[in-house]
């Protein structure tokens, strides 16, 4: 079985920073892209930040500039450093891991619990 365990999540101010960590658990063979998304109220799930294993990223147009999405491979952990926080960025934040158990079977997607981040103005 694979988990994924979001932390960093909170309630900060306008303007300030979070940085989210999720970490992956469990029996496999290896991770390709890992992803942050969000999720606010009343709203669909949308794509906040990407990255490969080789480190190749993308971003939704609203946080270009603010976040940064990294990775630490021996660690199975992705980070997404969050700064110059808006309300409007308020939302639960998921983790995602494109996960392949085995070499013989292919990739899944793999899901965390959330994180709540609350920005306050």
């Known amino acids: 079985q694979v988990q994924l365990v979001e932390s960093g999540g909170g309630l900060v101010q306008a303007g300030g920073s979070l940085r989210l960590s999720c970490a992956a658990s469990?029996?496999?063979?290896?991770?390709?892209?890992m992803g942050w998304y969000r999720q606010a109220p009343g709203k669909q799930r949308e794509l906040v930040a990407t990255?490969?294993?080789?480190?190749?990223?993308t971003y939704e147009d609203s946080v270009k500039g603010r976040f940064t999405i990294s990775r630490d491979n021996a660690k199975n952990t992705v980070y997404l450093q969050m700064n110059s926080l808006k309300p409007e960025d308020t939302a639960v934040y998921y983790c995602?891991?494109?996960?392949?158990?085995?070499?013989?079977?292919?990739?899944?997607?793999?899901w965390g619990q959330g994180t709540q981040v609350t920005v306050s103005s």
């Open positions: 995602k891991a494109d996960v392949r158990r085995r070499i013989t079977v292919p990739e899944y997607d793999y």
């Open positions: 469990g029996r496999f063979f290896s991770i390709n892209a």
């Open positions: 990255i490969t294993s080789g480190g190749s990223t």
